[in-house]
């Protein structure tokens, strides 16, 4: 197993002094070169899910295997890919994917070969020397996967990394992602909130509950490569894991619904 | 273009205002003198050399106890977001400490280090010390956090997370207090050079008052303004026009 999690349970104190479980006895294996989607409801805490596999931050109880050792906080091994990107603004397109292989200690002779390697991976050689503000949204992502890409993990974790983008957008950072990962054999541990997208790029999609999170379900996604986000099959599929996580997200809302109606104006009493 | 205009429009009427109350001659001239006369101060001091050795002399000093702070500041700034325990306990005395006039630092200071140059280093980094502090420890906790995390993950941490995260991440949210900071370093040198022969532009000033120069004296004031003016413009601005063109925006100025 590439990597294993075995009984995570996360806990945090809320405003309220009170004791909330996040994660309750999360159990995940993930072969090598596996891709696997997580999904769930807003709020079932998939995203902290991947902090903890990233290592920044620490689970409350149970343990978390890297080809069998269990990790000692963050490393390099394990590269997150955060929604709103998280590139560093002060650097350029070609320093930002520099920046892994510069902390390493790799010499500066191979990280510029490197870095052109990977901005050609991404379609991006013209913007080497571009700053982020001035890239689109679509564009952002392949550097954030680029800069990912560039320190040689052995494992991507992507925070919904297409969530902010427009549908056009993303089937093609879709396509990208997938011949990226056929290419590379990398593990993919992927967290989204659509489970369309789920289908189309995982060989396995793990449906978590809400609050606490655990694992409700999985589904095994053997349908024939390259897929679309429109293809029939993807599409049934999706529906039947969507059918399971109606009931979470029900349940998500209910408990909104429940937190929000508490104040009210008294009756009776005139505005 | 109009707005080089405008400069030139209000600074003619200023120093046309000036000229005409000192020609009334309602204040005798060694009271309120003409602007040739302050002019001819300057050339005066510029020529024989008093006004260079003096803006040396307190720019080295100013650098040197600015950088002092700069260098303290963030890394005390630093320190007090990141622990909670510091953060309630310093963060307020810091707050209070700012209350303080940089110069009551001056008798404390010659106790400590006698008539000289330490004793105004040393209330020129107190009197900047704060500021940056402050700025930093504001700019740690706006500083999206996604920033240290992304840094984190691929593979900086201490002082390499330290010096290519944080730091030039906070840079845009502590610009404007590493201005101020400057501001009272400026402020606290002139003050403290006052207040013996320091060598600096606060002693020059002093010595037009002794001499009973008003020329002299408002020549100098005029210099103080200028370098005031001038790292603001240079500095300050470069550098925020320089965060502007990286991160397309700067934010908290």
Not at chain 2, 144 to 169: M, T
Not at chain 2, 191 to 217: I, K, P
Request: aromatic share 10%; proline share 4%.
């Amino acid at each position: 197993m590439k990597v294993a999690l075995h009984h995570i349970c996360l806990s945090y104190r809320a405003q309220s002094g009170e004791r909330l479980l996040a994660l309750d006895h999360i159990n995940l294996e993930v072969r090598a070169g596996e891709f696997v989607c997580v999904v769930g409801p807003s709020g079932c805490g998939k995203s902290t899910l991947l902090h903890l596999i990233a290592g920044l931050h620490l689970p409350t109880s149970g343990q978390i295997l890297v080809d069998g050792n269990p990790i000692q906080g963050t490393g390099t091994d394990r590269i997150m890919i955060f929604q709103d990107h998280g590139l560093f603004p002060w650097l350029t397109v070609g320093q930002n994917i520099e920046f892994g292989m510069k902390m390493k200690g790799i010499a500066k002779a191979e990280r510029r070969e490197k870095t052109q390697q990977y901005l050609r991976l991404v379609h991006l050689g013209k913007f080497e020397h571009s700053y982020i503000h001035q890239l689109s949204g679509g564009m952002r992502q392949r550097v954030a996967i680029a800069r990912a890409l560039a320190t040689e993990p052995d494992v991507l974790l992507m925070d919904e990394p297409f969530a902010a983008l427009d549908a056009q957008t993303r089937d093609l950072l879709h396509d990208e992602l997938e011949r990226i990962w056929s290419d590379s054999g990398r593990t993919i541990i992927f967290v989204t909130h659509n489970v369309r997208e789920a289908v189309r790029l995982g060989d396995r999609v793990v449906l978590l509950t809400f609050r606490p999170g655990r694992v409700k379900n999985e589904f095994l996604v053997d349908l024939p490569r390259p897929r679309h986000l429109e293809d029939f099959d993807v599409a049934r599929t999706a529906r039947e894991i969507l059918d399971e996580l109606r009931e979470e997200i029900n349940r998500s809302l209910e408990a909104e619904y429940q937190a929000g109606i508490k104040p009210r104006i008294e009756p009776g009493v005139s505005a | 273009m109009k707005h080089a205009a405008r400069y030139i429009i209000f600074y003619a009427a200023l120093l046309g205002l000036w000229t005409l109350l000192a020609e009334l001659k309602i204040w005798p001239p060694y009271l309120f003198p003409t602007p040739w006369g302050v002019g001819e101060a300057l050339y005066a001091g510029f020529a024989d050399h008093t006004y260079w050795i003096a803006i040396r002399v307190s720019m080295a000093r100013v650098l040197i106890g600015y950088g002092i702070s700069v260098v303290l500041g963030m890394i005390l700034g630093l320190g007090v977001a990141s622990n909670k325990f510091l953060e309630e306990t310093m963060g307020g005395l810091l707050v209070s400490l700012q209350s303080l006039p940089s110069i009551c630092w001056w008798p404390l200071a010659l106790l400590w280090f006698g008539l000289n140059q330490n004793a105004i280093l040393f209330v020129v980094i107190m009197g900047s010390l704060l500021s940056v502090t402050l700025a930093m420890e504001d700019g740690r906790k706006q500083m999206p956090r996604i920033f240290s995390q992304a840094g984190r993950n691929l593979g900086a941490s201490g002082f390499k997370l330290f010096w290519y995260v944080l730091l030039p991440a906070s840079l845009p949210f502590i610009v404007s207090g590493l201005k101020q900071g400057w501001a009272f370093a400026w402020r606290s040198l002139i003050t403290a050079e006052m207040l013996y022969l320091s060598l600096g532009l606060g002693q020059v000033l002093m010595m037009g008052r002794d001499l009973n120069d008003m020329s002299a004296v408002i020549a100098v004031m005029i210099l103080i303004i200028a370098i005031g003016y001038v790292v603001d413009g240079v500095v300050f601005k470069g550098m925020e026009r320089h965060l502007h063109n990286k991160w397309g925006l700067t934010p908290a100025t």
